[in-house]
């Protein structure tokens, strides 16, 4: 894994990790907001002032398990990578 590599994997981890303490304490328009996870969800916590527009517990936190899955498959990606020896030409 290259260095950049491993800066972009910890700095999703942490947004995840941000994500989750917020989804914990029950703010879901934060959550959805801070997992990045789906554009839809971040505009509609950006920009939606209706009362029905606020981001359901339940949604965010699937929102969260989708981004955590993807983080984990591509540091498995990396990972794999970074132990593969090189093939000489």
């Given amino acids: 894994m290259t260095p950049e590599a491993g800066r972009y994997l ?23 907001h801070t997992s990045r996870e789906a554009y839809d969800l971040k505009t509609l916590t950006d920009y939606a002032t209706r009362p029905e ?26 990972a794999a990578d970074a132990a593969t020896p090189p093939v000489e030409c």
């Fill in 10 to 32: 910890a700095k999703g981890q942490q947004c995840l990790a941000h994500s989750e303490a917020i989804l914990g304490i029950a703010l879901g328009d934060e959550a959805g």
């Fill in 53 to 78: 527009a606020a981001v359901p517990l339940e949604r965010a936190a699937t929102a969260l398990a989708i981004a955590q899955r993807f983080v984990d498959v591509v540091a498995d990606m990396l």
